[in-house]
């Protein structure tokens, strides 16, 4: 293991010790399942107590810089958002950088939503009710993920939920090179550090003149 994997592992492991055991309060308000969405990604499912079907639902991708974080870190916002707003949240799990390089994320977010599409009704949702959104990186995944299926007709008709807390300067959302997002000139310092060899791929743009 290089020493570059190993502060990862560390990092990762020392955020979801921190976040995990907060707000223990929080499960009681809500029911949880864990499933597995298209097959290959974690899921949990949070049903607010006594709520009847169908309800609406919010597909939720968690934050962490594309690199960090997963569904446990996010258990206990996610059963608050459930509770707060009497609705059925799916979180979903994505594949993290740096062992999974762009598009992999965006491609999971994809298909978790598709999935969602096609298996609402068997989570106890209903169909004209659904809704999308995430914190941070998960607020990129969301709109990017919304951009791929919004143009589909009668596939979804949700209300965007981006909670997003993000510099321009983050990871591109689409396929594009020359995506204004991937690398503009404004200053990240808080992330560069921790984040950016996280984010790079082989595919940076030429800056234009």
Partial sequence: MTTGSWRLRAMRGALRHIMAGRDPQ????VTMRDLVI???LDGRLYTPVSAPPPGPVLLYFHGGGFAFCDIDTHDALCARLAHAGALRVLSCAYRLAPEHAFPAALDDAVAAALWLAANTEALGGDPGRLAIGGDSAGGYLA???FGVWAPRPRLFA???CSMQCCSRRGPRLDRSPGSPSAWPSASFPAAESAFRPCWRT???PTPQP
């Fill in 143 to 145: 709109e990017a993920a």
């Fill in 26 to 29: 929080a499960r009681g308000l």
């Fill in 38 to 40: 298209d097959g290959r």
């Fill in 158 to 160: 949700p209300a965007l």
């Fill in 202 to 204: 082989p595919h940076r």
